[in-house]
């Protein structure tokens, strides 16, 4: 029995780890709609025995779970050496290992929920009743589990399913209407069908044909989707900037003549060659511009002086002291907006540190992590940009993950987005690319085009198809100028919002429930 458990987490581990390897490598994100076939196997082979207790089950999960974010993470290592956030090496190490463990555990815990669920559902015997639901259960369980993944300050939703296919955008077509989930859903139950196949071949023809079905079907209404050409209300002629200044050189004085000049000269050329609009990178400027008379008439005269309108990052100070990481609207007359857009969803130990005085204890490097002196505080609002071409909405860096934030600003009106970025500590790694390819599944979930401008890369102009028209490559400096759309038109998703994902939850929620009281009905006979 000891040997065939250890098999079947081994199968778990395979799976888990092949997953995490099609997000990696997009370009074999075909491979997805079947690597978790062995992890989902050995799911329903745990899940099923009746000696299988629920703690059993849960472990399995989190190995599960932590097998795939710990490879997706491995990335983490490109931060090394923290020597630009006055870190040393042992520091830096200790920093990188929590980091590496830490969020692989944190979503292990809810990975392991997640198998506790589906063994009370086998506990239950509703699967006994309609065997079809079972691929279904664990596709909706799955959609649950990322959805968890955004919540709180500890939820980093980086192992959305649906970016492993980004490199196939009519298989994401789906998103516009569910948002990301949908994609998610119908990957783990293609997957979840044919392991129900291999664990029951009396299923092939039912479960071999509902697999081809949502395959076919997906990629069939999503070529429709893809070929449709986004309507535009106005257009705008915009650039985005990439300095390629990094966090490691660009905080302190000594860099801000460098900063000037790469901004300020690029600047002038993207609007010789016709920018109505540029967009600068995350604190782009690193200093509380408001409260800086000189770089603020620096930036005012730049744009007065081009006769353009420039969105610049850099920090805030309110009347309370309270500073932000935030973006500037300068207009062309040289008067900076009083609206200012506030990054909504700060990194946790980058930007502010969550029960500091728990990991000043535990982990001090890690309370220390940050570049800046004091906590940077949380923005409230979407904070639209009116202007002559439409309202811009606005996001800044970890902003982009969360898909509430950006539907939020369209519900507000925003129709253009911009996202100003800062991946420079993890240079040219897969993390770069990933992050990039959250911008695009933002752009199908809302519909919108996307400006993207980066410290150090990827800066990208991306349609509503999610496609990156052109890009400036990672650790390069270089600009867009591209004309860009605007549209009040809305997706089903920035409607419903995640209705998708409660209808799962109460579906997964309902199941053990419905089997129990079946089974005590059978009893009772």
């Not at 955008?169 to 392991?195: C, E």
């Amino acid at each position: 029995m000891k040997k065939r458990m250890w098999k079947l987490r081994g199968m778990l581990a395979l799976g888990a780890i092949a997953t995490a390897l099609t997000l990696i490598f997009p370009q074999v994100g075909f491979l997805e709609w079947l690597t978790m076939i062995p992890m989902i196997w050995a799911a329903i082979r745990i899940c099923k025995e009746d000696q299988t207790s629920l703690w059993s089950a849960f472990r399995c999960g989190f190995l599960t779970g932590f097998c795939f974010y710990f490879v997706l993470y491995h990335w983490l290592v490109h931060l090394y050496p923290m020597d630009f956030v006055g870190m040393s090496p042992a520091a830096s190490v200790a920093v990188i290992a929590a980091g590496w463990l830490g969020l692989p555990i944190l979503n292990a815990i809810v990975c392991g929920f997640v198998f506790l669920l589906f063994r009370l559902m086998h506990k239950s015997g509703i699967f006994g009743y309609v065997p079809l639901l079972r691929p279904f259960s664990f596709a909706a369980l799955w959609v649950a589990f990322e959805w968890c993944t955004t919540q709180t300050w500890m939820g980093v939703p980086w192992g959305r399913l649906a970016l492993g296919q980004i490199e196939m955008k009519p298989m994401l077509g789906i998103a516009a209407l569910f948002g990301s989930y949908g994609v998610t859903f119908l990957i783990v139950a293609v997957n979840a069908l044919i392991a129900e196949i291999v664990h029951s071949p009396r299923q092939t023809v039912v479960c071999g044909i509902v697999a081809a079905v949502l395959f076919a079907g997906n990629l069939g209404i999503g070529r429709i989707w893809y070929r449709r050409e986004p309507k535009a209300e106005s257009t705008v002629k915009a650039a985005v900037l990439q300095g390629n200044i990094g966090s490691h050189e660009k905080w302190g004085e000594d860099s801000l003549d460098r900063t000037k000049t790469v901004y300020g000269d690029m600047t002038r050329t993207a609007v010789a060659d016709g920018a109505e609009l540029v967009i600068w990178p995350e604190t782009a400027i690193p200093f509380v511009l408001n409260q800086n008379s000189s770089l603020r008439n620096w930036v005012a005269d730049l744009a007065e002086e081009c006769r353009v309108t420039i969105l610049v990052g850099a920090l805030y100070r309110d009347a309370g002291g309270k500073e932000y990481n935030v973006l500037y609207e300068v207009l062309p007359n040289g008067v900076i907006s009083e609206t200012v857009y506030a990054k909504r969803h700060l990194v946790p130990f980058g930007e502010y540190v969550p029960l500091r005085e728990m990991f000043m204890t535990l982990i001090p490097p890690l309370a220390e992590l940050s570049a800046l002196d004091d906590d940077l505080s949380a923005g409230r609002s979407s904070a639209l940009f009116e202007t002559e071409w439409g309202k811009l909405g606005s996001l800044i860096c970890f902003d982009s993950i969360y898909e509430t934030l950006t539907i939020r600003s369209v519900r507000d009106g925003a129709e253009l987005m911009i996202l100003s970025t800062n991946d420079s500590w993890f240079y040219d790694s897969a993390a770069v690319y990933q992050h990039e390819a959250q911008a695009q599944l933002r752009a199908i979930e809302s519909g919108r085009w996307f400006l993207r401008s980066a410290n150090t890369g990827i800066s990208s102009v991306i349609t509503p198809k999610g496609d990156a028209v052109e890009t400036v490559a990672p650790l390069e400096e270089g600009y867009i100028v591209e004309t860009v759309g605007l549209t009040s038109a809305r997706t089903l998703y920035s409607r419903i919002g995640n209705l998708f994902v409660w209808l799962c939850m109460a579906f997964s929620l309902a199941l053990a429930p419905v089997g129990y009281i079946l089974k005590r009905k059978k009893e009772q006979r």
